[in-house]
């Protein structure tokens, strides 16, 4: 049985803040309404036996504070670490999976979570309970999904912290929000037939542009925190030329993993 998972100093600073926020939440119970849904959160997972645990704990943390029923499911796909059994002794369940696909990995969790809206979390993700309670406001009012802008966590690249301002602004005039943590309603989810199979990378970027065609989709203003390792691990041109083909191609540059080392063979912290 592995140890409960330990934390570093930036992420027992970012926990202490999340527990921070689920208490400020505690003492105003009209955010926190009775919204009679169950909720999903589906982390997929890949070798992530340093961050999973954290994920988890995170979310278990938010959910003291929204007094919703729950679930966490982390879709292990075929890690040869020990994902599995740190996620598992910190409360989630596990689904085994031998996809080594983003959306084939995140649609495993969704046919098998019981929920009535679905969170999809990254598992280097930290979710907070204001980012679930705004999310779940969001759907109470009419919504059929939403997502919201990450902060990044430790030491980030100079050029990324020129870019990251105009980056989120692009985010927020598109409301095109990246993967690390999406929601939508399970019917709505259902209709759209979940995250694109037929691509290895921007199945995020449809599945937001999906979800729009069933109707209001929400950019919250509250932020997930999320690891900075990708931008702290690639060179700033191996990220360039991924953007640079996403702008000529569009999301069918992605239909095949060539080139996407970036997410199918990451360096690890």
């Known amino acids: 049985?592995?140890?409960?998972?330990?934390?570093?100093?930036?992420?027992?600073?970012?926990?202490?803040?999340?527990?921070?926020?689920?208490?400020?939440?505690?003492?105003?119970?009209?955010?926190?309404?009775?919204?009679?849904w169950m909720i999903s959160f589906v982390i997929p997972a890949h070798n992530e036996e340093a961050w999973v645990g954290r994920s988890v704990l995170a979310i278990s943390c938010a959910m003291e504070s929204v007094r919703e029923p729950f679930e966490i499911i982390v879709v292990d796909d075929a890690s040869t670490d020990a994902t599995a059994s740190v996620a598992a002794y910190n409360g989630a369940r596990v689904l085994r999976v031998e996809h080594r696909h983003i959306a084939a990995t995140r649609n495993a969790g969704a046919r098998q979570a019981r929920g009535d809206v679905l969170f999809f979390v990254d598992a280097d993700t930290l979710v907070s309970a204001e980012v679930v309670s705004s999310a779940l406001c969001n759907i109470g009012d009419g919504a059929v999904g939403g997502g919201c802008v990450p902060r990044f966590e430790g030491a980030l690249p100079f050029w990324w912290k020129l870019a990251y301002p105009f980056a989120a602004a692009i985010v927020r005039l598109l409301k095109l929000p990246g993967g690390a943590c999406q929601f939508c309603r399970r019917d709505a989810f259902e209709v759209i037939k979940g995250f694109s199979e037929e691509h290895f990378a921007a199945e995020d970027a449809l599945f937001v542009k999906a979800l729009k065609k069933q109707g209001a989709f929400v950019l919250l203003t509250e932020r997930v925190i999320t690891s900075g390792r990708n931008l702290r691990s690639q060179s700033f041109l191996t990220i360039a030329r991924l953007l640079i083909r996403l702008a000529l191609r569009g999301p069918d540059a992605f239909r095949e993993r060539r080139g996407l080392e970036l997410w199918y063979h990451p360096k690890r912290e």
């Open 1 to 36: 049985m592995p140890d409960r998972v330990r934390l570093g100093p930036i992420w027992r600073e970012n926990l202490h803040e999340l527990t921070i926020v689920s208490q400020e939440l505690q003492s105003k119970p009209e955010m926190i309404d009775s919204f009679t």
